[in-house]
């Protein structure tokens, strides 16, 4: 998934990228950004595996051959600083947030709205690749992420919220295509490792369930995910 991701991001910015037919040199022109400062903002759509956060909504469902699907679809909003520490890397404190709801309905039960949210500030370290309009950039890095869940039954009115935090590892790729002097196209992908472990309430209770086979498991907000970004790079 993440490949072909990839691959439309890098025909994506090799198409829109103009032919400026500059004068002065690659070369020059790369030294010139060294020390710059930029930023990127934009939108994301990321298919997450939360597996133990999956079983736990298995479990609501009434019918014993209803499943969630492990993988499903979560939106994504971002903001990346990024300094160019010389022509061949730059570093980048991203800012991602990553947001999902379900709502599930059992005749006995009522309307179960589960909602969790999770920051995602990433420190990266990017290779960079500058052309005549266009950069390339792929690299990785380490983040402390958090995440938070919030669900409420309709029927009986129970409310719960809960939070974790854990260490991730993010790896990317993306993509800029000059729409000026200091304005780009963003266009990423990038895939995420996260273990946010033992999710616990307000009083500090760690957040349990029974599985469908009846096993005991603590909930965590562990995950991978795949997702593409598409934003504006302003360059200072």
């Known amino acids: ?8 991001v890098v025909s994506a910015v090799l198409i829109a990228s103009p032919v400026t037919g500059q004068t002065r040199s690659g070369e020059q022109e790369t030294s010139e950004r060294v020390g ?3 930023i990127a903002a934009g939108l994301g759509v990321t298919e997450a595996d939360a597996s133990d956060m999956v079983d736990y909504l298995n479990t609501y469902l009434a ?13 994504e909003f971002f903001a990346a600083p990024e300094y ?3 022509g061949m890397f730059s570093l980048t404190l991203e800012y991602s ?6 709502e599930l309905s059992r005749w006995d039960y009522g ?3 589960l ?3 999770i920051h995602m500030p990433t420190l990266m370290l990017q290779r960079v690749v500058d052309g005549d309009g266009y950069a390339f950039k792929f690299g990785g890095g380490l983040g402390w992420y958090f995440g938070s869940m919030s669900e409420k039954l309709s029927v009986y009115g129970a409310e719960r919220n809960a939070r ?14 000059s729409l000026g002097d200091n304005l780009s196209v963003y266009l990423g992908a990038d895939a995420r490792f996260a273990s946010l472990p033992e999710l616990k309430d307000g009083d500090g209770r760690t957040v349990t369930f029974h599985d469908r086979s009846g096993a005991g498991r603590t909930l965590s907000l562990s995950f991978f995910s795949a997702g593409i970004k598409l934003g504006l790079l302003y360059t200072f």
Do not use: H, Q, V
């Open 115 to 117: 909602t969790y949210g």
């Open 111 to 113: 309307t179960l709205t």
């Open 164 to 177: 974790s935090s854990g260490p991730a590892l993010a790896l990317d790729i993306e993509g800029n295509s």
């Open 36 to 38: 710059s400062f930029g």
């Open 97 to 102: 947030y990553l947001l999902k709801s379900y």
């Open 63 to 75: 019918a014993s051959d209803e499943r969630m699907s492990r993988f499903t679809t979560a939106t």
């Open 84 to 86: 160019r520490l010389s």
């Open 1 to 8: 998934m993440l490949a072909r991701t990839a691959a439309a």
